[in-house]
C-alpha cells in the first residue's frame, strides 16, 4: 500500500464511526483527520500540513501538561476521550457492563477497530516527512503532577495495554461498569450546577474516618447504612446534628473516600439548590453508580419555603427517590426549621400544633438521625493527641495538653475544628 493510500484509509476509516462518532469533533482528531485527508492528495498543500501539524502538536503537548498524559501522546488523548465520552453506549456499560446485547457490543467493536488503527500511528513520521521529526510523541513525561485516583488508574492501564482491539473494547467496557463514563470518568466527588449539571471536584478532601476521633457509634451506624445502601440493600436517609466543628461533615467524606472503589459517589448540593432536586434525580437515577447527595449545614429560617420541597422528595412523593441514590444532611439545628415562641402561642393561628408540627416534620422523615455534641474535656485533648501524631509534632504530653486548654478557651471552645486550628497553630510556630 502506498502512503497516500494508507493515509487515505485512515481518513476514510474515521469517517465510519458510529457510536463514537463525536470523536470527530475533537480539536485534536479533527486536525489529524485533516492531515490524513491531505496527504493522501496527489498534490498535498505543504502550507496546510505544516500549519495542521503543529497544531495538532500544540494541542497535545497542552492537555498532557494538563491532564498528565504521559507515554504514547496520541493513545493516552484519545483513551481519556473515549471514557470521557457519554452516550448511550457507554451509560449503558456504566450501568451493566459486560451484559450488554451482541449486537452493540459488535458495532462498538467496529469502532474499536478503526480507534484502536488510529492510536497506533506514529505521528512522527508526519514530522519527518517534512523534515521536522519529533521524537517526543510515543514517550511523553510531563513536567505537571497531577493527582490520579490509583483505583481509576488500574483499570485505565489495562486500556493503555491491551494488544488487541478486542481487549481494548473488554477493557473500556470494565472501566466504564467500574469507574464511570462521562463526568463520573476521574472524580469521586461533585457539585451540581444547573443547567451544567454535575462538575467534578477534583481535589477532594482525603480525610478517613480513622482521623475521626471518638463518635464510634455515629461512625458504625453511618458505615452500616452506607454498606446497605451500595449492597443494593434497604438503607436510610441520614440526618447529622450537633455543633460546629464536630465532625459531622467530615464524617460524610470519609464515607466517600471508603467506599468509592465500591461505587459510591457524592453530590453536594447547597440548601438553595433544593428546588433543583428533582433535576438531580432525574440526572443521577440513570447512571451506574450509588449516590449520596449531601446537604451541608441545613437549617431554615422561619420565612423560608422551600424545605418543602425536600419534605416532598423524602416523603416519597409523585416521584420517589431512586434506589441508587440516598440524602445525607448535616445541620446545627435538631428540628432545621427556625422556632419561635410565636409559635407556640395563640397569635394568628387558630391550631398551633398544625404549625409547630410542619416546622418539625422535615427532621421526621430522615431514617436515621445522629448526634454530635461537643467533646469533654478528656475527648478534647485526645483529638489534640491524634493530631500532633499525625502531623509529627514533638511535644511532651503535658505541655501539649496545657495549650490545648488554653487555646480552647481562647478561641471556640472544645471541639475537633479547633482542636485542628491550634494544631495548625502550633505547627506553624516550630
Known amino acids: 500500500m502506498t502512503e497516500k493510500k494508507y493515509y487515505k484509509e485512515l481518513y476514510l476509516n474515521l469517517e465510519g464511526l458510529t457510536i463514537y462518532r463525536e470523536l470527530l469533533k475533537d480539536p485534536v482528531i479533527s486536525n489529524l483527520n485533516l492531515l490524513f485527508k491531505e496527504l493522501s492528495k496527489t498534490n498535498p498543500n505543504i502550507d496546510e500540513i505544516f500549519k495542521l501539524y503543529f ?8 492537555d498532557s501538561e494538563a491532564f498528565g498524559f504521559s507515554g504514547n501522546l496520541l493513545k493516552s488523548y484519545v483513551i481519556d476521550f473515549l471514557i470521557k465520552d457519554k452516550n448511550f ?3 449503558t456499560c456504566e ?5 450488554i446485547k451482541e449486537n452493540l457490543y459488535n458495532i462498538a467493536l467496529n469502532d474499536i477497530k478503526i480507534i484502536y488503527f488510529l492510536i497506533n500511528f506514529n505521528l512522527d513520521s508526519i514530522g519527518s516527512l517534512i523534515n521536522y521529526p519529533c521524537n517526543f510523541f510515543n514517550n511523553y513525561s510531563p513536567s505537571n503532577k497531577i493527582n490520579k485516583i490509583k483505583h481509576f488508574e488500574a483499570y485505565k492501564d489495562n486500556i493503555l495495554n491491551a494488544d488487541s482491539s478486542k481487549k481494548f473494547l473488554d477493557s473500556l467496557i470494565e472501566y466504564y461498569f467500574h469507574v464511570g463514563c462521562g463526568e463520573l ?6 457539585k451540581w450546577d444547573n443547567p451544567k449539571g454535575l462538575i467534578g471536584v477534583k481535589n477532594f478532601n482525603k480525610i478517613t474516618l480513622d482521623d475521626i476521633v471518638g ?21 436510610n436517609n441520614v440526618l447529622l446534628i450537633g455543633s460546629a466543628g464536630t465532625g459531622k461533615s467530615s464524617s460524610v467524606k470519609a464515607l466517600l473516600n471508603k467506599f468509592y472503589d465500591k461505587g459510591l459517589r457524592l453530590v453536594q448540593i447547597s440548601k438553595e439548590q433544593l428546588l433543583c432536586l428533582s433535576s438531580l434525580l432525574n440526572e443521577l437515577k440513570n447512571r451506574g453508580k450509588y449516590f449520596i447527595i449531601f446537604i451541608d449545614d441545613l437549617s431554615f429560617e422561619e ?4 424545605y418543602k420541597e425536600m419534605k416532598s422528595v423524602l416523603d416519597g412523593g409523585i416521584e420517589e427517590i431512586p434506589d441508587n441514590i440516598l440524602i445525607y444532611a448535616t445541620s446545627n439545628r435538631r428540628h432545621l426549621i427556625k422556632e419561635t415562641w410565636n409559635d407556640r402561642t395563640a397569635d394568628e393561628e387558630i391550631h398551633i400544633s398544625d404549625s409547630v408540627n410542619e416546622k418539625l416534620s422535615l427532621s421526621e422523615r430522615f431514617g436515621i438521625v445522629l448526634t454530635y455534641t461537643n467533646p469533654d474535656k478528656e475527648h478534647y485533648l485526645a483529638i489534640v493527641k491524634s493530631l500532633a501524631k499525625k502531623q509529627n509534632i514533638k511535644m511532651d504530653e503535658d505541655t501539649l495538653n496545657l495549650e490545648a486548654s488554653r487555646w480552647e478557651l481562647k478561641t471556640h471552645g472544645r471541639s475537633g475544628r479547633t482542636a485542628k486550628q491550634f494544631i495548625n497553630y502550633i505547627s506553624s510556630s516550630n
Do not use: M, R
Open 95 to 99: 450501568k451493566i457492563g459486560s451484559s
Open 303 to 306: 420565612f423560608e419555603t422551600d
Open 89 to 91: 453506549f457507554t451509560l
Open 185 to 190: 470518568s476521574d472524580c469521586i466527588a461533585f
Open 215 to 235: 463518635y464510634e457509634y455515629q461512625k458504625k451506624i453511618l458505615v452500616k447504612n452506607t454498606f446497605d445502601f451500595i449492597s443494593g440493600n434497604t438503607a
Open 55 to 62: 497544531t495538532l502538536q500544540n494541542k497535545l503537548l497542552e
